[in-house]
Every structure is written in structure tokens, then in C-alpha cells.
Nanobody
Framework: QVRLEESGGGLVQPGGSLRLSCAAS????????IGWFRQAPGNEREGVSCISRSDGSTSYANSVKGRFTISRDNAKNTVYLQMNSLKPEDTAVYYC????????????????????WGQGTQVTVSS
């Protein structure tokens, strides 16, 4: 059974950092692409970042480029999202998703194309 579990969310001041984790179980992460999404109240789910299964290539939304870094540790079956220089507008529930066939160079930011989702972790950026 494919399962994803996010952790690492919390309350942080503007300018601070958090590292989110997405732990996978029931499948081998090496063969799957992983995406991070976020959803703020009243907003649609937004694609934040993606890391490819094939060559580890990455993509980022313009709003987080240069501040967020996605990485994967296949030995731990875990993907991370390092978030630096956080802003109040980064406040949202963050979700990870996985799929064998998503290409990070394509429409990874479309939530409809991902097969499996975690339950999310809340990130609040506030002073």
C-alpha cells in the first residue's frame, strides 16, 4: 500500500527556516517522482517543487525559487523540502505527492496528474 507521511511543519517567524519531510512506505522511492504542493485557505492547491525519479532533476515555482530546495534520500525512502527565508505568504498546508509517470519538466504543478497524496503538514509564518 502506497503511503506518504509529511512532517516538519510548524510556526516560524518571517525570515526563518523549516525542513519538511515526506516519508514513503509501501513502495520504493527510487522509481517515483515526488512533488510538493501547498494550499492556503480559500486558495487552490499550488505546485511548489518536484524531483524526478529518473535523473533527480528538480523544478520550482517562481514564488519559491532560490529559497526552497527539494532533495531525496533514497536509502531513507524520504524526500525533503528545505524552506529558507520564509514569508507570511508561504503559510499553507504542505502536501507531498507521488507518481511514477510525472515529468518534472512538464505540468508537475497540476494536482490532477498525481496518483498518491499525503495528509499534509501545516506551515505558519508569522511574527
Amino acid at each position: 500500500q502506497v503511503r506518504l507521511e509529511e512532517s516538519g511543519g510548524g510556526l516560524v517567524q518571517p525570515g526563518g527556516s523549516l525542513r519538511l519531510s515526506c516519508a514513503a512506505s509501501g513502495f520504493t522511492l527510487d522509481y517515483y517522482t515526488i512533488g510538493w504542493f501547498r494550499q492556503a485557505p480559500g486558495n487552490e492547491r499550488e505546485g511548489v517543487s518536484c524531483i524526478s525519479r529518473s535523473d533527480g532533476s528538480t523544478s520550482y515555482a517562481n514564488s519559491v525559487k532560490g529559497r526552497f530546495t527539494i532533495s531525496r534520500d533514497n536509502a531513507k525512502n524520504t524526500v525533503y523540502l528545505q524552506m529558507n527565508s520564509l514569508k507570511p505568504e508561504d503559510t499553507a498546508v504542505y502536501y507531498c505527492a507521488t507518481d511514477r509517470n510525472v515529468d518534472c519538466r512538464g505540468r508537475y504543478y497540476d494536482p490532477q496528474i498525481w496518483d498518491y497524496w499525503g495528509q499534509g503538514t501545516q506551515v505558519t509564518v508569522s511574527s
